[in-house]
Antibody, heavy 116, light 108 residues
Framework: QVQLVESGGGVVQPGRPLRLSCAAS????????MHWVRQAPGKGLEWVAV????????YYTDSVKGRFTISRDNSKNTLYLHMNSLRAEDTAVYYC?????????WGQGTLVTVSS | EIVMTQSPATLSVSPGERATLSCRAS??????LAWYQQRPGQAPRLLIS???TRATGIPARFSGSGSGTEFTLTISSLQSEDFAVYYC??????????FGQGTRLDIK
C-alpha cells in the first residue's frame, strides 16, 4: 500500500535551518508530482510547494519563496523540503502529499515548531 | 490568487441525516475542485476530485456537484465516522493551489 513517511521535524530557533524528508513507497514515486502542505496548530491547510515528477519544475507559495527549497531524489524515493530563515509563523505540521494537481496520497505529517 | 470560501464554518447534523457543505471560489475554477476529509489527529484524505469523481474506496454517500464558482459536497446519510473537518481545494489556476478554510461537521 501507499506510504509517505515524513521526518526531520522538531523545535528550531528563529532564523535557523531545517530539512524535512518524506520517504515514499507503494507507488511509482518517479511518476508523481509531489507537494508539501502545512497546517498551523488549530488552523486550515496551506499549500507550500510542488515539484514535478522529474524535478525539473518547482513552485512555491509567496510566503516561503527564497527561504524554502523543495527537491527530490527519485533513486531513493524521497522528497525533501529545505527550510531556511525560519520564522515563528512557519510553525506547523508539514505533510508531504502526492499528486499532480490534487493530493491523492498524504503522509502522517511532521511537526515543526519555530521558537526561541 | 483564487480565494476559496467554505460555508458554514460549523455544521451540526444528526447521524443518518443529510449534510450539505458549500464552497465558493473568487473566480471560476471550472470543475477543477477537490474535497478532503480530515479526522482529528489524522492527515487529510482525498474524497473527491474533478468536482464529482469519488476517490478509490470512498463510499457512495459522498457526492460532489457544481461548476465555475459554486460547489457542494453532500453526505447523504451521516455515519459516525463522517464527523470531521472538510476542505475544498481548487487546482484550476496555480500557483498557488488554494484551500478553503474548512467546514467542521459536528454531531447534533
Amino acid at each position: 500500500q501507499v506510504q509517505l513517511v515524513e521526518s526531520g521535524g522538531g523545535v528550531v530557533q528563529p532564523g535557523r535551518p531545517l530539512r524535512l524528508s518524506c520517504a515514499a513507497s507503494g507507488f511509482t514515486f518517479s511518476s508523481y508530482g509531489m507537494h508539501w502542505v502545512r497546517q498551523a496548530p488549530g488552523k486550515g491547510l496551506e499549500w507550500v510547494a510542488v515539484i514535478s515528477y522529474d524535478g525539473s519544475n518547482t513552485y512555491y507559495t509567496d510566503s516561503v519563496k527564497g527561504r524554502f527549497t523543495i527537491s527530490r531524489d527519485n533513486s531513493k524515493n524521497t522528497l525533501y523540503l529545505h527550510m531556511n530563515s525560519l520564522r515563528a509563523e512557519d510553525t506547523a505540521v508539514y505533510y508531504c502529499a502526492g499528486g499532480v494537481w490534487y493530493f491523492d496520497y498524504w503522509g502522517q505529517g511532521t511537526l515543526v515548531t519555530v521558537s526561541s | 490568487e483564487i480565494v476559496m470560501t467554505q460555508s458554514p464554518a460549523t455544521l451540526s447534523v444528526s447521524p443518518g441525516e443529510r449534510a450539505t457543505l458549500s464552497c465558493r471560489a473568487s473566480q471560476s475554477v471550472s470543475t477543477n475542485l477537490a474535497w478532503y476529509q480530515q479526522r482529528p489527529g489524522q492527515a487529510p484524505r482525498l474524497l473527491i476530485s474533478a468536482t464529482s469523481t469519488r476517490a478509490t474506496g470512498i463510499p457512495a454517500r459522498f457526492s460532489g456537484s457544481g461548476s465555475g464558482t459554486e460547489f457542494t459536497l453532500t453526505i447523504s446519510s451521516l455515519q459516525s465516522e463522517d464527523f470531521a473537518v472538510y476542505y475544498c481545494q481548487q487546482y484550476n489556476v496555480w500557483p498557488p493551489i488554494t484551500f478553503g478554510q474548512g467546514t467542521r461537521l459536528d454531531i447534533k
